[in-house]
T-cell receptor
């Protein structure tokens, strides 16, 4: 059974204070690892797909990396508008997505 | 603008009632999905459909039903058999063979 564990559950940062979110996973036949951003009361917004270990992708202040066991979402010099819940999901050989519970990020001005 | 729409945004159900949540997409995506989101839990798959007139149960299908008569539409019915239906329901879609799922804005269902 595919599993995804995200840590920490919640993270509070000061504006400009860089940090990383972790997504540990076990999956049968990784087809892709996905990061989403979710604002309160809204649907998840797609951020990145990573397909193989060593791959990295960047978007503004966010950078996602992937190893064989985990993925990191690095947030550089965050702003208050980066506050959201960040979701990680893996797609295995059965093509289904398995989601973690998310990390609630709060960035204080 | 292409996207996924869900309606209504908020829905209230009385005990014993069936209710239907709408999901429409104009992205020309082949596959569509329904998820349920509860506080402190990851998204859980209810049903999915990869082509018209075909759908499969996800991990928590009991008490739910779906139809896929058109490529653009994938309505979800929450039946009275679903004992704990209060949750945030999310619809998603993707291209055939694609990996990234794109989500709608969600419907919050509350049982009175």
């Amino acid at each position: 059974e595919d599993q995804v564990t995200q840590s920490p559950e919640a993270l509070r940062l000061q504006e400009g204070e860089s940090s990383s979110l972790n997504c540990s996973y076990t999956v049968s036949g990784l087809r892709g690892l996905f990061w989403y951003r979710q604002d309160p009361g809204k649907g998840p917004e797609f951020l990145f797909t990573l397909y193989s270990a060593g791959e990295e992708k960047e978007k503004e202040r966010l950078k996602a990396t992937l190893t064989k066991k985990e993925s990191f979402l690095h947030i550089t010099a965050p702003k208050p508008e980066d506050s959201a819940t960040y979701l990680c999901a893996v797609q295995g050989s059965n093509y289904k997505l398995t989601f973690g519970k998310g990390t609630l990020l709060t960035v204080n001005p | 603008d292409g996207g996924i729409t869900q309606s209504p945004k908020y829905l209230f159900r009385k005990e014993g009632q069936n209710v239907t949540l709408s999901c429409e997409q104009n992205l020309n995506h082949d596959a569509m999905y329904w998820y349920r989101q509860d506080p402190g839990q990851g998204l859980r798959l209810i049903y999915y459909s990869q082509i018209v007139n075909d759908f499969q149960k996800g991990d928590i299908a009991e008490g739910y039903s779906v139809s896929r008569e058109k490529k653009e539409s994938f309505p979800l019915t929450v039946t009275s058999a679903q004992k704990n239906p209060t949750a945030f329901y999310l619809c998603a879609s993707t291209l055939a063979g694609g990996s990234e799922q794109f989500f709608g804005p969600g419907t919050r269902l509350t049982v009175l």
